[in-house]
């Protein structure tokens, strides 16, 4: 837990990402990298669970808040297609990340990059015209 990104290290975490809002059991963050555009991270509010190890209460709260945000971008970005990412190979804290596609956007029909190379960063009013409409559609 010691360096974990979402409990205990919020430098690193507010340089990747901007709080949005708490969910049901997760709390949401739009990640600062925006190549595809209006990409969010929900992380679970708990350090140390594997998705494995939720039960069904837990299971059923952390998947409707996983939809909430993907209806909310749906909305907010009309996206044709919302991708969802769970990996946390060297990350103990249950995360997903959650990444709209554009027919004509970057990376369409393939896997979504985590890192893409060179970033794309928004100004300050476009992370607030962003965040502002995912959080009217949640
Ligand atoms: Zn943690």
Same mark, same amino acid.
Do not use: W
């Given at each position: 837990? *010691?360096? +974990? !990104?979402? +409990?205990?290290?919020?430098?690193?975490? #507010?340089?990747?990402?901007?709080? =949005? @809002? #708490?969910?049901?059991? +997760?709390?949401?963050?739009?990640?600062?990298?925006?190549?595809? &555009?209006?990409? +969010?991270?929900?992380?679970?509010?708990?350090?140390?669970?594997?998705?494995?190890?939720?039960? @069904? *209460?837990? $299971?059923?709260?952390?998947? $409707? #808040?996983?939809?909430?945000?993907?209806? @909310?971008?749906?909305?907010?970005?009309?996206?044709?297609?919302?991708? &969802?990412?769970?990996? $946390?190979?060297?990350?103990?804290? !249950?995360?997903?990340? =959650?990444?709209?596609?554009?027919?004509?956007? &970057?990376?369409?029909?393939?896997?979504?990059?985590?890192?893409?190379?060179?970033?794309?960063?928004?100004?300050? @009013? *476009? &992370?607030? *015209? =962003?965040?502002?409409? =995912?959080?009217?559609?949640?």
């Amino acid at each position: 837990m *010691e360096n +974990c !990104l979402y +409990c205990k290290n919020k430098e690193k975490l #507010d340089s990747l990402m901007i709080y =949005i @809002a #708490d969910l049901k059991v +997760c709390k949401l963050y739009l990640f600062k990298e925006q190549t595809y &555009y209006g990409r +969010c991270v929900i992380a679970y509010k708990d350090h140390n669970v594997d998705f494995t190890e939720l039960n @069904a *209460e837990e $299971s059923a709260a952390f998947i $409707s #808040d996983m939809q909430t945000v993907g209806r @909310a971008i749906m909305k907010s970005v009309n996206p044709a297609k919302v991708n &969802y990412g769970m990996f $946390s190979d060297t990350l103990p804290h !249950l995360h997903v990340h =959650i990444v709209p596609k554009q027919k004509d956007g &970057y990376g369409f029909g393939g896997t979504f990059e985590m890192n893409v190379n060179p970033p794309k960063y928004l100004s300050d @009013a *476009e &992370y607030k *015209e =962003i965040i502002d409409k =995912i959080k009217s559609n949640l």
